[in-house]
């Protein structure tokens, strides 16, 4: 539980343990850094970012990929808006690789996937937190999943494998402008997602030193 503490420059503003499988969102004002931190490791973090001002502007999947010329996030790249405006940039990145492709669980494609009803999913997960926000299901776009790996082959075939990441391993977001971050502390069981056994992650966010 120190490992995130020890390696921030900076004042430490917020500082959560999302339980296992639980949503959590904080505005981040601009220059902030959100830091992600994988407790026990191979635990999907469902993410999405939206400018605070204008929150229709908000993370766009296509436009990352694009500007990025990579379906995988990791150290310096920029995670673009809809009017194609830096949005966040990830300044550290202890595991390495990120999935743009995968979207997010929920009860009805667990229906169709696996044939089985759970009670819950990051879909769920997304609509109650952004409740909080007066926003609804309509503000939900193709997420981010940071820690989940989703390997792409030549030929086009895509699935979830094992995760990559290791117990204490970090992102650090810095906000480009004023943001609204939502995340699902992913409760997925039945798939690699979240190494088949939700745990709990970190969130901090900080100023950091000038
Ligand atoms: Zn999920």
């Known amino acids: 539980m120190t490992e995130a503490h020890e390696t921030i420059a900076g004042q430490v503003i917020e500082d959560t343990v999302v339980s296992a499988g639980e949503p959590w969102s904080a505005e981040v004002r601009k220059g902030d850094i959100v830091r992600l931190v994988d407790l026990e490791g191979q635990q999907a973090v469902d993410f999405l970012c939206y400018d605070l001002a204008a929150r229709s502007d908000r ?10 010329n990579s379906i995988y996030l990791g150290q310096e790249t920029v995670l673009w808006s809809v009017r194609a405006r830096p949005l966040m940039t990830i ?4 595991c390495g690789s990120h999935d743009t492709l995968y979207g997010c669980c929920s009860i009805e494609i667990d229906r169709v996937r696996f044939d089985k009803e759970n009670s819950w999913g990051c879909q769920q997960n997304f609509e109650k937190e952004l ?10 776009a193709a997420n981010v999943n940071f820690f989940m790996y989703v390997p792409v082959r030549e030929d086009g075939h895509i699935a979830i494998s094992d995760g990559r990441s290791k117990p204490g391993d970090y992102v650090d977001l810095r906000a480009e402008v004023d943001v609204l971050v939502v995340i699902s502390n992913c409760p997925e069981r039945d798939n690699a997602a979240a190494g088949y056994k939700p745990t709990p992650i970190r969130t901090v966010v900080y100023r950091p030193d000038s």
Do not use: Q, S, V
């Not at 993370?59 to 990025?68: E, F, V």
């Not at 300044?91 to 202890?94: E, F, H, K, N």
């Open 59 to 68: 993370y766009n999947a296509a436009n990352t990929i694009k500007l990025n």
């Open 131 to 140: 409740a909080k926000h007066g926003m609804d299901e309509k503000d939900i």
């Open 91 to 94: 300044i550290a990145d202890t």
